[in-house]
């Protein structure tokens, strides 16, 4: 099962040293354990597009598509047996980048 990992936060580039060498510690961790797929930081909302191809045209709006206090500033992607798996790894992730963070299940493609 893969999971997304949201990190919750209502600052931009905020991280510190101490939280860098924390979060690369458990990023090694999750490579050998082998539930590593994927992270990344993400920019300020302020720097989104929002594309809607809906109608005849599309249309393209500067800026997040819902304003809020907080946001995902940066994810990973986990691989895990269950979410009780995913859960205590992301206990150990929250700690690391002393941030919330959001796991939610990737839905399996249709068959």
């Known amino acids: 099962m893969h ?5 919750i936060d209502h600052r931009s580039e905020s991280g510190t040293e101490e939280e860098a060498v924390a979060i690369d510690a458990f990023n090694e961790k999750l490579v050998a354990g082998g539930h590593w797929v994927f992270a990344a930081g993400l ?16 249309i393209f709006t500067d800026g997040p598509f819902a ?6 500033a940066g994810l990973w992607i986990i691989q ?15 700690k690391a980048c002393n ?3 959001e796991i939610r299940p990737i839905l399996p493609p249709p068959v």
Request: avoid cysteine; glycine fraction near 6%.
């Open 3 to 7: 999971y997304l990992v949201n990190v």
């Open 43 to 58: 920019a300020d909302p302020t720097a989104s597009t929002v594309v809607d191809g809906r109608g005849a045209e599309p």
């Open 67 to 72: 304003e809020a206090k907080e946001w995902a």
């Open 80 to 94: 895990a047996p269950d979410l009780d798996v995913a859960l205590k790894l992301m206990a150990e992730g929250s």
């Open 99 to 101: 941030r919330r963070l």
